[in-house]
T-cell receptor, first 111, second 115 residues
Framework: DAKTTQPNSMESNEEEPVHLPCNHSTISGTDYIHWYRQLPSQGPEYVIHGLTSNVNNRMASLAIAEDRKSSTLILHRATLRDAAVYYCILRIEGWDDKIIFGKGTRLHILP | DTGVSQNPRHKITKRGQNVTFRCDPISEHNRLYWYRQTLGQGPEFLTYFQNEAQLEKSRLLSDRFSAERPKGSFSTLEIQRTEQGDSAMYLC?????????????FGPGTRLLVL
């Protein structure tokens, strides 16, 4: 499976934007970039996914590098409720079933 | 939409005892997954079902573990002769596998502590 690399932890101030990086230098052409997050004492939840173009939804934005070897999850205005572990995952569309999670990035939000 | 539910939420047991967890997926979801998560790690895949068929089992799923989804709806995960190393969060997820995108929806998990 293609692997992703994320920082172990990050800090951000409340109400400021947060940029969570992910490196996936061995990504293949059929890999989609997915992000899930896990709030304390909860199961993971889907955040966003994309292939080549940048994507926006109500939760976040996903910026994908032109060579697709890296991506950034953007939380436009972090709140205390965004404190979680964020997982960057590669999945093959219509093929992959199980999700292979790494350790993710633990995001701390400072009030 | 009630989401994925898991019961019990917490379980404390003594080494050697058997335990059973239940997962109720989102209705009409045809896929159901079980994952295990230990402290500081991401979830690890254990097994999954499409309808009632168990399609894949991880090598993490030893002979002491068995999972069922008898009618293609809820699922149970049983651990026999529990060991202290089984202490973990057991997560269930469900999805509707379509031709394109498959998003997994996770339950809150069952936290197991084996004494």
């Amino acid at each position: 499976d293609a692997k992703t690399t994320q920082p172990n932890s990050m800090e951000s101030n409340e109400e400021e934007p947060v940029h969570l990086p992910c490196n996936h230098s061995t990504i293949s052409g059929t890999d989609y970039i997915h992000w899930y997050r896990q709030l304390p004492s909860q199961g993971p939840e889907y955040v966003i996914h994309g292939l080549t173009s940048n994507v926006n939804n109500r939760m976040a934005s996903l910026a994908i590098a032109e060579d697709r070897k890296s991506s950034t999850l953007i939380l436009h205005r972090a709140t205390l409720r965004d404190a979680a572990v964020y997982y960057c995952i590669l999945r093959i569309e219509g093929w992959d079933d199980k999700i292979i999670f790494g350790k993710g990035t633990r995001l701390h939000i400072l009030p | 939409d009630t989401g994925v539910s898991q019961n019990p939420r917490h379980k404390i047991t003594k080494r050697g005892q058997n335990v059973t967890f239940r997962c109720d997926p989102i209705s009409e979801h045809n896929r159901l997954y079980w994952y295990r998560q230990t402290l500081g790690q991401g979830p690890e895949f254990l097994t999954y079902f499409q309808n009632e068929a168990q399609l894949e089992k991880s090598r993490l799923l030893s002979d002491r573990f068995s999972a069922e989804r008898p009618k293609g709806s809820f699922s149970t995960l049983e651990i026999q002769r529990t060991e202290q190393g089984d202490s973990a969060m057991y997560l269930c997820a469900s999805s509707l596998a379509l031709a394109d995108q498959e998003t997994q929806y996770f339950g809150p998990g069952t936290r197991l502590l084996v004494l």
